[in-house]
């Protein structure tokens, strides 16, 4: 998968929300072995983690990583804030 990453600058607004996801998100990787790959060294892909998205992918952009959605057509979307705080919830639960 080639990674467009035209994103925006990484807002410190949503920074401790991005960093909480990820950290749970590593924490899920390490700890039951759920399935991640890299697309390149600036992006990981990681499957079925989420129920709403098919898979979450994290963007390295200027040393932070922005969380992304990639849908069935592989177009990558910025996850809504609303959703990201859902998502931050309900990792922390697992």
Do not use: H
């Not at 039951?32 to 098919?54: A, Q």
């Amino acid at each position: 998968m080639e990674t467009d990453c035209n994103y925006n600058s990484f807002t410190d607004t949503n920074a401790e929300l991005y960093i909480n996801v990820v950290e749970c998100l590593r924490k899920l990787i390490r700890e039951r072995g759920v399935k991640s790959e890299f697309c390149d060294e600036n992006c990981l892909k990681i499957k079925n983690i989420y129920p709403k998205f098919d898979e979450i992918v994290l963007v390295k952009k200027n040393d932070n990583l922005i969380l992304v959605n990639q849908d069935a057509q592989c177009s990558l979307s910025f996850i809504e804030f609303e959703d990201l705080c859902r998502i931050s919830d309900d990792l922390s639960k697992l």
